[in-house]
């Protein structure tokens, strides 16, 4: 490795934003240590700079032994997670803890292995992947929602804590995108697909239209371009949007009442 390489670290790698930010910033510069459950799936991709290391963010010993030997890391993205799809009644206990393992404490998991990395250098950045998610509620998704507000959270209080060790931390919030993330990401609660379920007629309406906008949703490689962005420039806000959705709802969401908004949500996805 270079002298003046700077290093990267991401998490959940295998495919979508994890693969094509992995791939990006070692084509512009950056020494990428790409981490998934299953390395193997980027073999055609790895190079010189692109090292695929196996990583379970849920299981300390695999984060200690995935960074083990790295001496330095510039950028730390948190990008490893997925989504449950679940009412509050049907969720059962494995679900519901499964979700917040990976979404937040994953990430708590890889900042507290990193942190001390990032402050004896006097430098860093951690970029955590949350969604538009994180800042409105959905129906059906109240478990991502909930993971991805404590992201939100997260990212505000490490801000402060971690500011006079000259480490940015950043976030950005995706609307929907073409990652695989519906076939690949989603989780279902069995019980939700059952025709006698409560929920069935909100389950008919909105899950087909929510995969359907993730399945046509923006490129990933805007948010490489974004976290590459965010990792070179100082001046960048603290959180970004990316993709329609977002862009269009995160605005809104500032600008009208809680009941005013919860209206145009519920027109817009027919619920």
Same mark, same amino acid.
Do not use: W
């Given at each position: 490795?270079?002298?003046?390489?700077?290093?990267?670290?991401?998490?959940?790698?295998?495919?979508?934003?994890?693969?094509?930010?992995?791939?990006?910033?070692?084509?512009?510069?950056?020494?990428?240590?790409?981490?998934?459950?299953?390395?193997?799936?980027?073999?055609?991709?790895? !190079?010189?700079?692109?090292?695929?290391?196996?990583?379970?963010? /849920?299981?300390?010993?695999?984060?200690?032994? @995935? $960074? =083990? &030997? %790295?001496?330095?890391?510039?950028?730390?993205?948190?990008?490893?997670?997925?989504?449950?799809?679940?009412?509050?009644?049907?969720?059962?206990?494995?679900?519901?803890?499964?979700?917040?393992?990976?979404?937040?404490?994953?990430?708590?998991?890889?900042?507290?292995?990193?942190?001390?990395?990032?402050?004896?250098?006097?430098?860093?950045?951690?970029?955590?992947?949350? !969604?538009?998610?994180?800042?409105?509620?959905?129906?059906?998704? /109240?478990?991502?929602?909930?993971?991805?507000? @404590? $992201? =939100? &959270? %997260?990212?505000?209080?490490?801000?402060?804590?971690?500011?006079?060790?000259?480490?940015?931390?950043?976030?950005?919030?995706?609307?929907?995108?073409?990652?695989?993330?519906?076939?690949?990401?989603?989780?279902?609660?069995?019980?939700?697909?059952?025709?006698?379920?409560?929920?069935?007629?909100?389950?008919?309406?909105?899950?087909?239209?929510?995969?359907?906008?993730?399945?046509?949703?923006?490129?990933?490689?805007?948010?490489?371009?974004?976290?590459?962005?965010?990792?070179?420039?100082?001046?960048?806000?603290?959180?970004?949007?990316?993709?329609?959705?977002?862009?269009?709802?995160?605005?809104?969401?500032?600008?009208?009442?809680?009941?005013?908004?919860?209206?145009?949500?519920?027109?817009?996805?027919?619920?």
């Amino acid at each position: 490795m270079k002298s003046n390489q700077k290093v990267a670290f991401i998490t959940g790698c295998s495919s979508g934003m994890g693969r094509e930010s992995a791939r990006y910033l070692s084509q512009n510069g950056y020494t990428v240590y790409a981490g998934s459950r299953t390395p193997e799936k980027l073999s055609d991709i790895a !190079s010189p700079n692109l090292h695929p290391i196996k990583l379970d963010v /849920t299981d300390a010993a695999s984060v200690a032994h @995935a $960074l =083990e &030997g %790295i001496d330095r890391i510039d950028v730390l993205v948190n990008n490893a997670g997925y989504g449950l799809v679940s009412t509050v009644e049907e969720v059962t206990e494995e679900e519901m803890l499964s979700q917040f393992e990976v979404n937040v404490f994953g990430v708590l998991r890889m900042c507290r292995y990193v942190i001390p990395l990032m402050r004896r250098q006097n430098d860093g950045v951690i970029i955590n992947i949350s !969604s538009f998610l994180g800042k409105i509620g959905l129906p059906l998704f /109240t478990f991502y929602n909930a993971s991805k507000y @404590a $992201l =939100e &959270g %997260i990212t505000d209080s490490l801000r402060y804590e971690l500011e006079e060790f000259n480490i940015r931390v950043h976030s950005i919030m995706p609307g929907f995108f073409d990652t695989n993330f519906a076939r690949d990401n989603l989780v279902v609660n069995a019980s939700l697909l059952k025709e006698n379920s409560p929920y069935a007629k909100t389950v008919s309406r909105l899950v087909p239209l929510i995969s359907d906008q993730i399945n046509h949703g923006n490129n990933a490689s805007e948010i490489a371009r974004m976290i590459l962005e965010i990792a070179e420039n100082s001046d960048v806000p603290a959180r970004q949007t990316a993709g329609d959705k977002a862009r269009k709802f995160i605005p809104m969401r500032r600008e009208l009442s809680d009941e005013d908004f919860e209206r145009r949500v519920k027109s817009y996805y027919g619920i």
